[in-house]
T-cell receptor, first 113, second 115 residues
């Protein structure tokens, strides 16, 4: 069964600090891994998409890494801002018709001043 | 705004009533997805369309749920005889087929509350 597990479930950090979110997956056959940011009451917004051959990808202060051998990914937030308070969802796509996606449960990040 | 649009944003209904939600995808996107999301959880797949054809339905989609995309553009999701367990955020997303790394573009959802 395809699964995506994220940790921690939630975390609180001070503005300006860095943090790292983890994602472990058991999705096969693997196609790509995505990180989404979801503000409260809004739909998810794509941050990064990585294929099998990509180890790291950045989008501003967000840097995602992928280790396809261990089936792990991380999302690093640098110099956090209050606007980074959101849920971050790891999504893994399998090589199947319909771009079949498996969603993690998300990590809720709260940035405090 | 050329993003994915969902209406209404909020819907409160009494148990047993029928509700219908609408999704207008990004115009050039031929794939359209419906997801359901409850508090603190990631979105759960319900169904998806490629153009007007409904290609897959989740087992989560009971007989009370039906989705249509009659002209391959907008889509509707209807829930008949709503139950309290149907209370959730219903998200619509669209993308391009044939591009595995094409990102899903989500709407801001319809929040359904069944009383």
């Amino acid at each position: 069964k395809n699964q995506v597990e994220q940790s921690p479930q939630s975390l609180i950090i001070l503005e300006g600090k860095n943090c790292t979110l983890q994602c472990n997956y058991t999705v096969s056959p693997f196609s790509n891994l995505r990180w989404y940011k979801q503000d409260t009451g809004r739909g998810p917004v794509s941050l990064t998409i990585m294929t099998f051959s990509e180890n790291t990808k950045s989008n501003g202060r967000y840097t995602a890494t992928l280790d396809a051998d261990t089936k792990q990914s991380s999302l690093h937030i640098t110099a956090s801002q209050l606007s980074d308070s959101a849920s971050y969802i790891c999504v893994v796509s399998a090589q199947a018709a319909g771009n079949k996606l498996t969603f993690g449960g998300g990590t809720r990040v709260l940035v405090k001043p | 705004d050329t993003g994915v649009s969902q209406n209404p944003r909020h819907k409160i209904t009494k148990r047993g009533q029928n509700v219908t939600f609408r999704c207008d995808p990004i115009s050039e996107h031929n794939r359209l997805y419906w997801y359901r999301q409850t508090l603190g959880q990631g979105p759960e797949f319900l169904t998806y369309f490629q153009n007007e054809a409904q290609l897959e339905k989740s087992r989560l989609l009971s007989d009370r749920f039906s989705a249509e995309r009659p002209k391959g553009s907008f889509s509707t999701l209807e829930i008949q005889r709503t139950e309290q367990g149907d209370s959730a955020m219903y998200l619509c997303a669209s993308s391009l087929s044939g591009v595995p790394t094409s990102p899903l573009h989500f709407g801001n959802g319809t929040r359904l509350t069944v009383t």
